[in-house]
């Protein structure tokens, strides 16, 4: 039998909730079930003392929602945050859980079939080497009355567009009712960097840096795309790329 590697916390405020998540949880023996909440102050303090990979948070609790405790754990700022799963009885809340950096969103009631999917997929993101707490791993798209996850590590780069930003991937572009200072603020910031007003660009894509007149600049990125970079901004473009 594999010895536990991933630790634990769920937090449901119904019994019966409680009692379908760790029978599930406890069949699988990576995992291992360190505390059980009833609402979301115990939530926060099981995690503060437990330290969790994984964090099964009930949205709906008396006092504190789920998305309340995932603001106060943000706002501690002290360590690696856990992967969180969602799980409620309502689908209203499956998009802002999804642009909260949510792994996944459990609609009760669920099968084991569907519990299995999310807690594999909170394993992956869980492995992920350059995973970064707080930060979210995709971007949520709402277009013709369907919504699309477009994965981060796919953006190239994004553009301004008046009261809209634009995500380019190498393959096409989406429109997102968003503003660039928000982008900037949210994305991780060891990943991409605003080198211009209008442009905020994935470190890992750029190719090549080149000073232009002026003391400004302009780099490429490895889909060929060309992007003026501002004089202020360019010796932190440099920087930035020998760190990485």
Same mark, same amino acid.
């Given at each position: ?60 609790m008396p ?101 809209y930003v ?12 968003? /503003? ?32 232009? /007149? ?29 760190? /990485?």
């Amino acid at each position: 039998m594999s010895a536990p590697r991933y630790r634990v916390v769920l937090v449901d405020d119904e019994p019966l909730g409680r009692a379908t998540l760790r029978r599930l949880l406890n069949a699988d023996p990576e995992v291992q079930l360190l505390a059980e909440c009833a609402h979301g102050q115990q939530a926060l303090e099981a995690v503060a003392e437990h330290d969790p990979e994984l964090l099964f948070l009930d949205v709906q609790m008396p006092g504190m929602d789920g998305f309340e405790v995932l603001e106060r754990l943000r706002a501690r700022d002290d360590g690696d945050r856990p992967v969180v799963v969602f799980t409620t009885a309502h689908d209203d809340y499956a998009l802002k859980a999804f642009d909260v950096a949510a792994v996944d969103y459990l609609h009760k009631p669920f099968d084991d079939e569907r519990f299995a999917r999310a807690l594999e997929r909170a394993k992956a993101r869980a492995r992920e080497p350059d995973a970064e707490p707080g930060g979210p791993r995709h971007l949520t798209v709402h277009r013709a009355g369907a919504t699309e996850r477009v994965e981060l590590a796919q953006v190239l780069w994004i553009e301004s567009a008046d009261q809209y930003v634009r995500i380019h991937t190498a393959a096409s572009s989406h429109l997102l009712r968003e /503003s660039m200072q928000h982008m900037e603020q949210t994305l991780a910031p060891r990943r991409f960097l605003r080198v211009h007003r209008s442009a905020l660009v994935a470190l890992e894509h750029v190719t090549r840096v080149e000073a232009t /007149s002026g003391g400004t600049g302009r780099l490429t990125l490895d889909d060929g795309t060309e992007l003026p970079v501002s004089r202020t901004k360019l010796p932190t473009l440099r920087e930035r790329l020998r760190e /990485s």
